[in-house]
């Protein structure tokens, strides 16, 4: 369950109404032949491929309904339609980069958690390429859906924004038959068209999608009567169309007046007509505005106030969470350049149904445990977690749920103790949601929660209590290279150094993907002032293939650098590491700690002061007496150097 989950139900018949189309919904799909064929072209033949439109034009039903099947019908190796978001319980553990993992688990739904968050986008593309019956090496080809999801993110999340485009873009670099189909919003075009621009060994093609053309809205309409075994009035067709655009038809007005006209006994004629699909758009738009409403916790009278004089961005109880929620069920479009209303009712035929904004004629809305812990994980998104957590909470409170949610809610509650510093209440409710995810048997996410409270006592700077738990989830999953991992840097933490080597090796043997497990059995060995640690660790990075090196390795090479005297690589390594990550305090401190190892104090203390005070992600409690230990030598070999002279 996430913040991307369809949010409204399904119904029966061939009008899927206010949703996209999915991929076993090929048959019912209609009206963009030309589009998918032109798109599928686009992306066989290049390495990058922007599919954009408006909101509600219909890009993901193309995408799903259109190009997958199709491509594969034709033999082609693609992938399950990807998202990238960090509006997911998920989102919030402790050190692992959620816009990384949900596309991860989205590409490839079949494999654990756990394996998954110990692997590397490179890596997994590595595994996905494929031959073709006659040898020929194949495109990969991967898409990533809904990709404004990205940009949003606010607080810690901006720190694993970065990183994920810089290991996405790397990712493409190293795995050229890799075809990367990006599909986005307009108004986030310039975005994406920004992190394409640093690629310069790849091409790319855009694509845009707008309002179906008339003649593709009739295909739509007929095409689904015949798969139904029904036919419209032929002579009533046209006048309905009309009705919805004349020359360019709103594909999601369209499947909502057509639902509804499906569901009519007798469908009306002549004149009824425009009040009917007004009555079609009234429902459809005042639902919307009910279960956002009811799922954020928002007044209605607030909500409607709102939509009278929408100046400006989020407003009092109108939070950005909210309009991002009302862009996601098709009510409202953002324009960028509009900076003073950039919201606005996407049509003008929902503005037309909608008015005068009357919070009393909505329908009655009962939100769900799936749909308030929906908004919990949009609302922790934007960086509100006060209200992330008051929304999180009562999801707790409804009697019917997923049998999922419990756990993932618990998920999430822990997540964003972690961030309001409150690690006690972390543990709870990570040993709660390890508990809740048995009972459903998802033993890998089990386990991943397991991990999650040994992380999680770790940064609070009890690393015997990180391990205990480790081994407990290492107990439950034995030959899992991640769980491996998290382990042996939690040994080396506690000072087994020796035990902490050995258990990475080994999982460096037992990973499909190294990297991970390679990166922290270099850094375990770099931290140590001994010559020969410290030149093994040179090597294991020297054979480190995949990359960009994450600045936290870029430290702690520079470390190992310093360490046996290789002072000017050691000079570059700390300034790039820090240059990259400016505000957080574990690269900060272990490039103070290379340069004191260079015999520059003064330039050490200096970092050390500056991880003190970082906050993105901050020094973890257990690290603050090694900065200021830092700051101490620097001070005395400041005064030697002062009596000397």
């Given at each position: 369950?996430t913040?991307?989950s369809?949010?409204?139900p399904?119904?029966?018949?061939p009008?899927?109404g206010?949703r996209p189309?999915d991929v076993?919904?090929q048959?019912?799909?209609?009206?963009r032949?030309?589009?998918?064929e032109?798109?599928?072209r686009?992306?066989?033949a290049n390495?990058?491929t922007v599919?954009h439109?408006?909101t509600g034009t219909?890009?993901t039903s193309l995408?799903?309904?259109?190009?997958?099947?199709?491509?594969?019908?034709?033999?082609?190796?693609v992938?399950?339609?990807g998202?990238?978001?960090?509006?997911?319980?998920?989102?919030?553990l402790?050190?692992?980069n959620?816009?990384?993992?949900t596309l991860l688990?989205?590409?490839a739904?079949e494999?654990?958690p756990?394996?998954?968050?110990?692997?590397s986008?490179?890596g997994f593309?590595?595994?996905?390429e494929?031959?073709?019956?006659?040898g020929?090496?194949?495109?990969?080809?991967?898409?990533i859906?809904q990709?404004?999801?990205i940009?949003?993110?606010d607080?810690p999340?901006?720190?694993h924004r970065r990183?994920?485009l810089?290991?996405?873009?790397?990712?493409?670099l190293?795995?050229p038959?890799?075809?990367?189909?990006?599909v986005?919003?307009?108004?986030q075009?310039d975005a994406v068209?920004r992190?394409a621009?640093?690629?310069?060994e790849?091409e790319y093609?855009?694509?845009?999608?707008g309002?179906l053309?008339?003649e593709a809205?009739r295909?739509?309409?007929r095409?689904?009567l015949?798969?139904?075994?029904r036919?419209?009035?032929?002579?009533?067709?046209?006048?309905?169309?009309?009705r919805?655009?004349?020359?360019?038809v709103?594909p999601?007005l369209?499947?909502?007046?057509c639902?509804?006209?499906?569901g009519?006994?007798d469908p009306?004629a002549?004149?009824?007509?425009?009040?009917e699909?007004r009555r079609a758009?009234?429902a459809?738009?005042?639902?919307a505005?009910?279960?956002?409403?009811?799922d954020?916790d928002?007044?209605?009278?607030?909500?409607?106030?709102w939509?009278?004089?929408?100046a400006?961005?989020?407003?009092?109880a109108v939070?950005?969470?909210?309009?991002h929620a009302?862009?996601?069920r098709?009510?409202l479009?953002?324009?960028?350049e509009?900076?003073?209303h950039p919201?606005r009712?996407?049509?003008?035929?929902l503005?037309?149904?909608?008015?005068p904004?009357?919070p009393?004629?909505?329908p009655?809305a009962?939100?769900?445990?799936?749909?308030?812990?929906?908004a919990?994980?949009?609302t922790?998104v934007?960086?509100?977690?006060g209200?992330?957590?008051?929304?999180?909470l009562?999801a707790?409170?409804p009697s019917?749920?997923l049998?999922?949610t419990?756990?993932?809610?618990?998920t999430?509650?822990g997540g964003?103790a972690?961030?309001r510093r409150?690690?006690d209440d972390?543990?709870?409710h990570?040993?709660?949601?390890?508990?809740?995810f048995d009972?459903?048997?998802d033993q890998s996410?089990a386990v991943?929660?397991l991990?999650a409270?040994?992380w999680?006592?770790?940064?609070?700077?009890d690393?015997h209590?990180a391990?205990?738990?480790?081994?407990?989830?290492?107990?439950r999953d034995?030959n899992?290279p991640?769980?491996?991992?998290?382990l042996?840097v939690a040994?080396?933490q506690?000072?087994?150094?020796?035990?902490?080597?050995?258990?990475?090796?080994k999982a460096v043997?037992r990973a499909?993907d190294?990297?991970?497990p390679?990166?922290?059995?270099?850094?375990?060995?770099?931290?140590?002032d001994d010559?020969?640690?410290a030149?093994r660790?040179?090597?294991?990075y020297?054979?480190i293939?995949?990359?960009p090196?994450?600045?936290?390795?870029?430290?702690t090479?520079?470390?190992?650098?310093?360490?046996?005297?290789?002072a000017?690589?050691a000079?570059?390594?700390?300034r790039a590491?820090?240059?990259?990550d400016?505000?957080?305090?574990a690269?900060l401190?272990?490039g103070?700690?290379?340069l004191l190892r260079?015999?520059?104090?003064e330039r050490?203390?200096g970092?050390?002061r500056?991880?003190?005070?970082?906050?993105?992600?901050?020094?973890?409690?257990?690290?603050?007496p090694?900065a200021?230990?830092v700051?101490?030598?620097?001070d005395q070999?400041r005064?030697?150097?002062?009596?000397r002279h």
């Amino acid at each position: 369950m996430t913040a991307s989950s369809p949010p409204f139900p399904r119904r029966p018949g061939p009008f899927v109404g206010p949703r996209p189309f999915d991929v076993h919904e090929q048959g019912m799909f209609f009206g963009r032949r030309d589009a998918t064929e032109e798109v599928a072209r686009l992306w066989r033949a290049n390495r990058l491929t922007v599919l954009h439109g408006d909101t509600g034009t219909g890009k993901t039903s193309l995408l799903r309904a259109g190009l997958v099947p199709a491509l594969r019908a034709e033999g082609a190796n693609v992938l399950p339609p990807g998202e990238s978001t960090a509006a997911d319980p998920v989102a919030a553990l402790p050190r692992i980069n959620p816009y990384s993992l949900t596309l991860l688990r989205s590409w490839a739904p079949e494999e654990s958690p756990a394996r998954l968050a110990a692997t590397s986008l490179a890596g997994f593309l590595q595994r996905r390429e494929r031959a073709d019956r006659r040898g020929a090496a194949q495109p990969t080809l991967a898409a990533i859906d809904q990709a404004e999801r990205i940009t949003r993110g606010d607080g810690p999340l901006r720190r694993h924004r970065r990183l994920f485009l810089e290991e996405l873009c790397a990712a493409l670099l190293q795995r050229p038959r890799t075809h990367l189909l990006v599909v986005v919003r307009t108004d986030q075009l310039d975005a994406v068209l920004r992190v394409a621009k640093q690629l310069d060994e790849v091409e790319y093609a855009q694509f845009a999608l707008g309002p179906l053309p008339a003649e593709a809205a009739r295909e739509v309409v007929r095409g689904s009567l015949r798969g139904a075994g029904r036919r419209f009035d032929v002579p009533w067709t046209p006048d309905l169309l009309e009705r919805l655009g004349g020359g360019d038809v709103d594909p999601v007005l369209l499947q909502v007046a057509c639902a509804r006209l499906w569901g009519s006994p007798d469908p009306p004629a002549g004149s009824e007509l425009p009040a009917e699909v007004r009555r079609a758009l009234r429902a459809f738009g005042e639902r919307a505005l009910a279960d956002v409403a009811a799922d954020h916790d928002v007044d209605r009278p607030d909500l409607a106030d709102w939509l009278r004089r929408p100046a400006g961005e989020a407003r009092g109880a109108v939070t950005e969470a909210v309009l991002h929620a009302l862009e996601d069920r098709y009510l409202l479009t953002r324009r960028a350049e509009d900076r003073a209303h950039p919201y606005r009712l996407r049509h003008p035929l929902l503005e037309d149904a909608l008015r005068p904004w009357d919070p009393d004629r909505w329908p009655r809305a009962a939100p769900t445990a799936e749909s308030v812990l929906n908004a919990a994980a949009g609302t922790f998104v934007t960086g509100d977690l006060g209200r992330a957590e008051r929304l999180a909470l009562a999801a707790t409170k409804p009697s019917a749920v997923l049998p999922g949610t419990p756990a993932e809610t618990e998920t999430l509650l822990g997540g964003i103790a972690v961030l309001r510093r409150r690690p006690d209440d972390a543990k709870q409710h990570y040993e709660a949601a390890s508990g809740l995810f048995d009972r459903v048997r998802d033993q890998s996410r089990a386990v991943l929660l397991l991990a999650a409270r040994g992380w999680v006592a770790l940064d609070a700077g009890d690393p015997h209590e990180a391990v205990e738990w480790l081994e407990h989830a290492i107990h439950r999953d034995p030959n899992n290279p991640a769980v491996q991992t998290w382990l042996g840097v939690a040994l080396k933490q506690a000072g087994m150094r020796t035990q902490a080597v050995s258990l990475l090796d080994k999982a460096v043997r037992r990973a499909d993907d190294p990297l991970v497990p390679q990166r922290a059995l270099a850094a375990a060995l770099a931290d140590s002032d001994d010559r020969t640690f410290a030149e093994r660790a040179l090597r294991e990075y020297s054979r480190i293939r995949s990359g960009p090196f994450a600045p936290s390795d870029e430290a702690t090479r520079a470390l190992a650098q310093a360490t046996i005297g290789d002072a000017e690589a050691a000079r570059r390594g700390v300034r790039a590491a820090v240059a990259r990550d400016p505000q957080s305090g574990a690269v900060l401190l272990t490039g103070a700690r290379a340069l004191l190892r260079l015999g520059e104090p003064e330039r050490a203390a200096g970092l050390a002061r500056q991880a003190l005070s970082a906050d993105d992600p901050p020094l973890p409690p257990h690290q603050r007496p090694d900065a200021e230990r830092v700051m101490e030598m620097a001070d005395q070999r400041r005064g030697r150097r002062w009596r000397r002279h």
